[in-house]
């Protein structure tokens, strides 16, 4: 080898030696921070990195997901000298590469709800989400400060109103009829929640059936179904950037397909911006319950110019996300209680019939099927206990989106740095034994008729629903609630399924009204019981993985009342 050989080879090596000696340690500094727990929180309990990333391997869904990192936060606490328990109010999980405060304590969820300048949500570009940020945009769920202001603003009549069961009950007709065909068949609940509630809210959001019930191959709903898929798929999940490398074919596809979907909706926008503008210039009125969401949005958005196009396609986007899954995985956990706990059953339907009486089911044809009036409805009180404890056990959305701490902010005796991802525990929360007893983890709805659970009851004060003022009993009935209390704050904050304060969710009378509109149709219409494995019919159902809860593999045998 010449000298000169040598020499070059001796420069490269040594050059690549420094740059090990700078990258290493780089790459070894970005490690240690990434898992040392910050001197603030190093006293609080915590799940080991170890037990988080075996909970996200673990079959079986959410709550077998929740019971490995449970477990091992206990044995962390008992380890540490604590209390087995005392990982119930805060504690710590590593989250998305840095150590976040998971909060399980009531008043610690309401100075989240009621701080929101604070506790500011995380978006999906914040953490590298380019796709899931490409599809929902900002909008009134994800965004914070002056720009969710500007949102809640514009959307915030589109909900404050009473709404009409007309809508929930055509679609319901439909479901009947669908469902007639299948008595004697088990039938998959979720498919078929996910489709009520799918047409429910094309209807309700911009006045089109997408038809899902019948049709749910159509283009527009597999073009929807399978992004939401695509979008949940873990690997984007767990390496958003991932999302970035436009090289691998499923992003480019995923692309293509938001892109198809945007058109969709811009269809539906310019026609019915053209619709409210024809109306509004020949000052025709139209009756609020015969408005669609769209329409209330675009009347309130014309006395605010900053309130753009694109701000309103990603909301009617975003009613379309948070609208139907919940209200879907919140039904079929309701009719899974309701088959396995029969007495519960017929005690709903007793009080269906006591306020609509009964219907012959040999000769009244689904499409001819009693609709429950809004005012008929606000008299479910029991089946809204069913629906309320339904989303006590298993609440649709497990936690808050997540937060961070906007300012160094002290909670308990906690200092909890700027900075720190925040995660409010809806489903531990509700679950916990020290707030609802030694039978916290029983369905039993008639504990919302006693008064017990944070002291509020049947005919309390406070039947604020969905941040609506509601005042007195007849203003509660046109509004369409019923007695049942339903507001955060009646139960200490620790009954939390819509969120609260000022984010509180906005659909949740619209989704309350669409459920019992639903069941109490369904309980007219049939009796049915449980087809499902061990697991759910000894009442421990395996649940969905991912971001919304709720029971799996449990079908329903539906038979017709009355029907021979
Ligand atoms: C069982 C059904 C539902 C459940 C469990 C549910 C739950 C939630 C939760 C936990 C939040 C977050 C609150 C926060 O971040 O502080 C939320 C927000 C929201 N939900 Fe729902 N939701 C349901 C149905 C609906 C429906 C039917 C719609 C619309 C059609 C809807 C629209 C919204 C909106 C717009 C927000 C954002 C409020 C804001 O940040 O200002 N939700 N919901």
């Given at each position: 080898?010449?000298?000169?050989?040598?020499?070059?080879?001796?420069?490269?090596?040594?050059?690549?030696?420094?740059?090990?000696?700078?990258?290493v340690p780089y790459f070894a500094y970005k490690i240690y921070k990434s898992i040392a727990v910050p001197s603030a929180l190093a006293h609080l309990p915590r799940i080991p990195i170890s037990a988080t990333l075996k909970s996200v391997l673990t079959p079986g869904g959410f709550i077998n997901e929740n019971k490995v990192q449970v477990e091992a936060v206990q044995k962390y606490c008992v380890e540490h000298g604590m209390d087995?328990?005392?990982?119930?109010?805060?504690?710590?999980?590593?989250?998305?590469?840095?150590?976040?405060?998971?909060?399980?304590?009531?008043?610690?969820?309401?100075?989240?709800?009621?701080?929101?300048?604070?506790?500011?949500?995380?978006?999906?570009?914040?953490?590298?989400?380019?796709?899931?940020?490409?599809?929902?945009?900002?909008?009134?769920?994800?965004?914070?400060?002056?720009?969710?202001?500007?949102?809640?603003?514009?959307?915030?009549?589109?909900?404050?109103?009473?709404?009409?069961?007309?809508?929930?009950?055509?679609?319901?007709?439909t479901l009947l009829e669908q469902l007639d065909l299948l008595t004697g068949t088990p039938v998959d609940l979720f498919d078929w929640m996910q489709r009520v509630t799918l047409d429910v809210l094309s209807l309700a959001t911009f006045g089109q059936n997408l038809d899902a019930l019948r049709n749910p191959n159509s283009h527009i709903v597999t073009l929807y179904n399978d992004l939401m898929k695509?979008?949940?798929?873990?690997?984007?999940?767990?390496m958003p950037f991932l999302q970035k490398v436009k090289l691998i074919p499923l992003?480019?596809?995923?692309?293509?397909?938001?892109?198809?979907?945007?058109?969709?909706?811009?269809?539906?926008?310019?026609?019915?911006?053209?619709?409210?503008?024809?109306?509004?210039?020949?000052?025709?009125?139209?009756?609020?319950?015969?408005?669609?969401?769209?329409?209330?949005?675009?009347?309130?958005?014309?006395?605010?110019?900053?309130?753009?196009?694109?701000?309103?396609?990603?909301?009617?986007?975003?009613?379309?996300?948070?609208?139907?899954?919940?209200?879907?995985?919140?039904?079929?956990?309701?009719?899974?209680?309701?088959?396995?706990?029969?007495?519960?059953?017929t005690k709903a339907r007793a009080e269906v019939l006591s306020v609509l009486g009964d219907v012959d089911n040999t000769t009244t044809s689904a499409a001819d099927f009693p609709v429950p009036t809004t005012a008929e409805q606000a008299q479910f009180d029991f089946l809204t206990c069913i629906i309320k404890e339904a989303l006590r056990l298993y609440p649709a959305v497990t936690g808050l989106p997540l937060r961070r701490t906007a300012k160094p902010v002290t909670m308990g005796n906690v200092a909890i740095p700027k900075g720190t991802p925040i995660h409010a525990d809806i489903y531990g929360v509700q679950r916990n034994p020290a707030i609802w007893g030694d039978d916290a983890g029983v369905f039993r709805p008639e504990r919302w008729l006693e008064d017990r659970a944070g002291g509020a009851k049947v005919g309390s004060a406070n039947k604020v629903n969905a941040g609506a003022s509601v005042n007195s009993e007849k203003d509660a009935v046109k509004a369409g609630t019923t007695a049942i209390p339903m507001a955060p704050s009646a139960h200490g904050f620790a009954w939390v399924p819509f969120g609260g304060g000022q984010r509180l969710c906005l659909g949740q009378q619209f989704s309350l009204i669409e459920q019992r509109v639903v069941l109490s149709m369904l309980l007219l219409r049939y009796e049915w019981t449980l087809v499902g494995d061990a697991d759910a019919l000894t009442g421990h159902p395996k649940t969905a993985s991912g971001v919304l809860l709720h029971p799996v593999n449990v079908k329903l045998n539906f038979k017709i009342r009355g029907a021979k």
């Open positions: 080898m010449s000298a000169l050989a040598t020499a070059t080879s001796v420069s490269a090596g040594s050059a690549l030696l420094t740059l090990l000696a700078v990258i087995k328990d005392a990982w119930r109010d805060m504690h710590l999980i590593w989250l998305f590469g840095t150590w976040g405060v998971v909060l399980g304590k009531p008043e610690h969820l309401r100075t989240v709800f009621l701080n929101t300048d604070t506790f500011p949500k995380f978006l999906y570009g914040d953490v590298g989400f380019e796709l899931h940020q490409k599809f929902v945009g900002f909008n009134v769920i994800l965004s914070n400060g002056d720009m969710w202001k500007l949102h809640r603003k514009v959307a915030n009549p589109a909900f404050h109103r009473s709404w009409s069961t007309q809508v929930m009950g055509t679609c319901t007709r695509d979008l949940q798929r873990p690997l984007f999940q767990l992003v480019r596809d995923i692309h293509r397909r938001i892109d198809e979907f945007d058109e969709f909706v811009e269809g539906v926008i310019k026609v019915k911006e053209a619709e409210v503008k024809q109306r509004l210039a020949a000052g025709i009125a139209k009756d609020e319950k015969d408005r669609d969401l769209l329409e209330c949005m675009i009347e309130a958005a014309m006395n605010d110019p900053e309130f753009t196009r694109r701000d309103l396609r990603s909301n009617l986007v975003i009613f379309f996300i948070a609208g139907h899954d919940t209200t879907a995985s919140s039904l079929v956990t309701s009719l899974y209680y309701l088959a396995l706990h029969p007495e519960f059953q």
